[in-house]
């Protein structure tokens, strides 16, 4: 939803007022909310806000977790942290909308020895699989089972990607 | 030795709190997540937290399914926050002893720490959090990027992930109407204020909690510190209208709210918040002595609807409620006078 007054930021203001007997909701961003020096309560923001309605066209899909551009802007959340590389783009805008700034100054998570070993542990149990899946890829299309070749075609591409 | 961070009272800075939202790497966010993964982190992410001591004690893993009746009540004490409590089957909790510390697991994000300390002081609620976020992030790849910090569910949380606030109590700027100015001097800093108990523009009871906004491109900090400098403004101000106030319509009705909770027999939790707001602020101000061991605030928490059953170990119709509502607080303020 969009600020009723400027039209330009989302609504993060809300408030019931009522006029000659007459209730009615506004809905403002934070500038004209200051600004009409308002009190109201605060609801999450939605990417809808900036976006209004969903981009008919947009139908990329976030290969880490399948979510679609149209869901993040329905539910305003993304489906993982790699949405926000894949959909860069689209929500730029509406991150900046939000903070006022893009890039993250704040503290950084040092990546420890244990770390690098779950990761290393991780990794060997994902070469594993894939090299599994591929023996029994080998095996489906000597047997010309091309249905379940395909299927184990699919799970070695995800088990790539997850990485 | 006081067990709650509300055993004691708290003039005008009543807690404060410092949330962060963290997420694990490479893996879909929890409204993503079937059953098993949402079980599957739960006990990964409960493993590596509870598996050590901290300053403040252990952390104990709560499975929420097995604790579903205690949910309504710590949701009304803020452990938990209410998309938690309204979707929280097959989910776990970190709770510590003294309940200042509290992890969502599964919430909007894998993880949700939240610390709170009594009294005006973000900066140990923060440390507390840190030890459990250190923790965390040494021993889990935990979701980031050197762009847009910790990657949170919602992109309002990005960066620091770090969400600070502090709830004040606020009867004489409320009465002056001082709010609707406050709010909106708020909002040009990045800052929000809102009623703590109620909804829509006005809250009971004159609490309101005051928070920052923006957790990209600030540092953790300096979200902090601009709360804090913000925060001892408004006391400042609170302060001074206590000061200037004319006793004796405020002393009127301060002994009135005591005058009714000493003796009705029905008191919804409304007019107790609303009542034992004045109570507190009588007592705060050194109008009226609470000699009782209770400060004036847990009973506010402790006679909320779910709470107030969960403690008698019994559910109750409204009415009843109210009825023993009554009960409790004749009881508790006898040594208030
Ligand atoms: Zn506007
Ligand atoms: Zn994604």
Request: charged share 30%.
């Amino acid at each position: 939803m969009l600020c009723e007054k400027c039209g330009k930021y989302p609504a993060t203001t809300h408030y019931k007022q009522v006029i000659n007997g007459q209730e009615s909701e506004m809905h403002l961003c934070s500038r004209c909310a200051g600004e009409e020096g308002v009190y109201g309560f605060e609801m999450p923001d939605l990417f809808s806000a900036v976006f209004g309605t969903p981009i008919a066209e947009n139908v990329k899909i976030c290969p880490t977790c399948k979510t679609s551009f149209d869901e993040i802007i329905k539910s305003g959340r993304v489906g993982c942290g790699d949405c926000y590389k894949y959909f860069e783009k689209e929500l730029m805008q509406s991150i900046f909308g939000m903070h006022g700034h893009t890039k993250h100054i704040g503290a950084t998570p040092k990546i420890t020895e244990d770390i690098k070993k779950t990761d290393n542990a991780e990794n060997n149990q994902d070469n594993a699989k894939i090299t599994n899946l591929k023996k029994d890829l080998e095996k489906a299309i000597k047997e010309e089972r091309y249905e379940d070749a395909a299927k184990i075609r699919d799970k070695i591409r995800d088990v790539e990607t997850q990485e | 030795m006081q067990k709650y961070w509300y055993d004691n009272e708290n003039r005008i800075a009543v807690s404060s709190r410092i949330r962060l939202a963290r997420n694990l790497d490479k893996t879909a966010f929890p409204n993503k997540l079937n059953k098993e993964d949402t079980a599957a982190i739960c006990k990964k992410t409960g493993d590596v937290l509870t598996a050590r001591e901290y300053s403040f004690g252990k952390l104990h893993y709560i499975d929420m399914d097995e604790f579903s009746q205690n949910v309504p009540s710590l949701f009304e004490r803020h452990i938990i926050s209410p998309e938690f409590a309204n979707n929280y089957h097959g989910k776990g909790l970190l709770l510590s002893d003294d309940e200042s510390i509290s992890i969502m697991l599964c919430e909007e994000d894998h993880i949700r720490i939240q610390s709170i300390s009594p009294g005006d002081d973000l900066q140990s609620a923060y440390k507390k959090a840190k030890e459990v976020d250190d923790v965390l992030c040494n021993n889990i790849r935990v979701a980031f990027s050197d762009e847009l910090g910790f990657l949170t569910a919602c992109p309002s949380n990005l960066g620091t992930g770090l969400r600070a606030s502090v709830m004040l109590h606020l009867p004489l700027s409320e009465s002056q109407g001082r709010i609707p100015a406050l709010s909106a001097e708020l909002s040009k800093i990045g800052l929000t204020i809102r009623g703590t108990y109620g909804e829509g523009s006005k809250g009971f009871g004159s609490f309101y909690q005051v928070s920052n906004q923006i957790t990209l491109g600030i540092t953790e900090e300096n979200a902090i510190k601009n709360l804090n400098g913000i925060v001892k403004q408004i006391i400042i101000s609170e302060e001074n209208l206590r000061k200037e106030a004319y006793k004796p319509v405020l002393e009127d009705k301060i002994f009135r709210a005591l005058g009714t909770l000493k003796y009705a027999r029905r008191v919804n939790s409304a007019e107790m918040i609303k009542l034992l707001s004045l109570i507190k602020l009588g007592t705060d101000m050194g109008i009226i002595k609470n000699k009782s061991k209770n400060s004036i605030y847990s009973l506010i928490i402790n006679t909320q609807p779910n709470t107030l059953m969960l403690n008698a170990k019994n559910n109750y119709t409204p009415g009843e409620r109210d009825i023993l509502r009554g009960d409790i607080l004749r009881e508790k303020l006898k040594e208030v006078e």
